[in-house]
């Protein structure tokens, strides 16, 4: 089974950035889509951003030309950069995957159906914003 793992939460500022990281256990799956969750207290989790295997993204408008997905698939690293945060962004981040043996994964499709198109997820990293 693949397991991932997150890191890089913590606290940052309003207006500031964070970087979190995700390692991916080694995988031989060329068809897949990697995601950045996130869960406030109270509310459901949401999707944040979405990544394919072949680089396209999708990205949720809530975080829009803030927060940037990048994977380096050499070490099998999934990458969110969050920029100019908000405190609206404090909530437990978790990446997660959906590896398939065929066919594409379109990240806008996986954007839209959310978590339940998700199997393989970290255990989550908190990241609270202040000023």
């Known amino acids: 089974a693949v397991h991932m793992e997150e890191s890089g939460g913590g606290s940052g500022r309003l207006g500031g950035s964070l970087r979190l990281s995700c390692t991916i256990s080694?995988?031989?799956?060329?068809?897949?889509?990697l995601g950045w969750f996130r869960q406030a207290p109270g509310k459901e989790r949401e999707g944040v951003a979405i990544i394919e295997n072949d680089g396209d993204i999708s990205v949720a408008d809530s975080v829009k030309g803030r927060f940037i997905i990048s994977q380096d698939r050499m070490k099998n690293m999934l990458y969110l950069q969050m920029n100019s945060l908000k405190s609206e962004d404090t909530a437990t981040y978790y990446c997660a995957a959906h590896f398939r043996e065929e066919g594409p994964c379109y990240s806008d499709d996986a954007l839209e159906k959310g978590e339940r198109f998700f199997y393989t997820w970290g255990q989550g990293t908190q990241v609270t914003v202040s000023s």
């Open positions: 080694r995988h031989t799956y060329t068809h897949y889509c």
